[in-house]
């Protein structure tokens, strides 16, 4: 029997410094100088050989008696070779994983984290396609619960309908954050690595665009269509700029640095979450000139109809395009692509090209020349790609050509 017993434990009265009582066989009572009475269990770890203890609870909340049983579990461990305390650490992990360590929670830690490489609105679309095709099934579900096969399953139906674009893209964000869990400590690995093998895969499908030599059909088009002035001024924008829609509709008087003749778009706007600087050519500030008695005193240059104060829908573009008769045809981001393989016939250097859809990081591209260099030789090949619309527009349709010399 211990050497212990309750009399003598209430008994115990503290002293200058912290006593330990044995009760025997790795048991203790350390008595502290504040009067608490704190159950420890001493031993030889199995492997290092070396001392160590672990905490069995509070007396009186955990009786002598209890303490003697806990004591006695810990000994049964050790006859196993097993370290008490690593399997007490191994079961509160296990604990945790299945109730704090849940997919919803975690995604919403992945989501805070990704947030500094993508938009606001793509950080939206991500969270919004969980909560539509992911979380209802498998949200509240722990991350060890979260298998293969039970992905796929649900994946199957939204396959079967040739969604196979979004099971890609679902498919991408469910390996991101069980990667995140498993660099985070969550998870011991990522049973979901190999799963994009399991499903069709979508086929590539380019951005509807014209041929260049549609080029002025297209802007007569824009110019006869029975659409408003800024809405055919963010047209000419984006085909002039080379930007994303996103991009255009939501520019700002107060990027634009007009004696330096640059707009800038902030990171935070960017695809790439990088800044990106676009040359002014004498057409662009034509636009600009157009828009200015109508949104020189607001915020954004291309307002929305409907609230004055904010910008023009991201989509508002796209959908002018398609109603005069370009469905299937073009999109507003294909006037991107418009602009690349013109460029790119006419022979303008490939990397220069690229920095003007902002494909890549300008400071990779300014490796090969001087700053003032860089952006001349973009300036020169931004104010040509302009030149070639005017030209396509005959001078007369533009929105901008009463300002372009």
């Known amino acids: 029997m211990g050497q212990l ?9 503290p002293g200058e410094k912290d006593q330990v009582i044995s009760d025997g066989e790795g048991l203790q009572l350390r008595l502290r100088v504040n009067g608490t009475k704190q159950w420890n269990f001493n031993y030889y770890h199995p492997v290092t050989k070396k001392r160590v203890n672990i905490g069995l609870g509070r007396y009186p909340a955990v009786s002598l008696a209890q303490a003697r049983k806990l004591a006695m579990e810990q000994r049964e461990l050790l006859a196993m070779d097993i370290d008490p305390k690593s399997h007490r650490e191994a079961k509160l992990e296990e604990r945790k994983q299945q109730s704090e360590y849940i997919l919803e929670k975690i995604a919403a830690e992945w989501l805070e984290v990704k947030k500094h490489d993508v938009t606001a609105d ?32 649900l994946f199957r139906p939204l396959e079967a309908k040739g969604n196979l674009e979004t099971v890609k893209r679902l498919n ?5 954050i069980m990667t995140y869990a498993v660099n985070c400590g969550y998870v011991h690995s990522n049973p979901l690595s190999g799963i994009r093998a399991a ?19 297209f802007i007569k088009t824009v110019a006869q269509a029975s659409i408003k002035i800024t809405t055919r001024a963010l047209i000419e924008w984006q085909l002039h700029t080379m930007t994303r829609p996103s991009e255009a509709a ?22 790439r979450r990088r800044e990106h600087t676009i040359p002014l050519t004498p057409q662009m500030l034509g636009i600009l000139e157009a828009m200015r008695p109508i949104s ?4 954004y240059i291309f307002p929305s109809d409907k609230d004055p104060k904010s910008h023009s829908h991201t989509q508002t573009a796209n959908m002018a395009i398609k109603r005069m008769g370009f469905k299937d045809k073009l999109v507003s981001h294909g006037l991107r692509a418009l602009a690349s393989t013109t460029l790119n016939a006419q022979g ?19 490796a090969a020349y001087n700053r003032t260099d860089y952006l001349e030789r973009r300036r020169s090949m931004m104010e040509w790609w302009s030149k070639r619309i005017e030209e396509a527009s005959q001078g007369s349709l533009s929105v901008s050509f009463r300002r372009v010399g």
């Open 122 to 153: 793509y950080a939206t679309d991500i969270w919004r396609s969980l909560e539509r095709y992911v979380f209802p099934s498998i949200g509240n579900s722990p991350l060890a619960d979260i298998t293969a096969p039970k992905v796929i399953a």
């Open 5 to 13: 017993n309750d009399a003598k434990i209430k008994n115990l009265k």
């Open 348 to 366: 303008f250097e490939p990397d220069l090209i690229e920095a003007a859809l902002a494909h890549v990081d300008a400071n990779q591209v300014r």
């Open 296 to 299: 020189g005193h607001r915020e």
């Open 172 to 176: 991408q964000r469910l390996n991101e």
């Open 199 to 217: 499903f069709k895969k979508p086929k590539k499908q380019n951005m509807a665009t014209i041929d260049p030599s549609e080029l002025p059909d």
């Open 250 to 271: 939501t520019a700002r008087w107060e990027e634009l640095d007009l004696e330096k003749k640059v707009w800038t778009i902030p990171a935070e706007k960017m695809k």
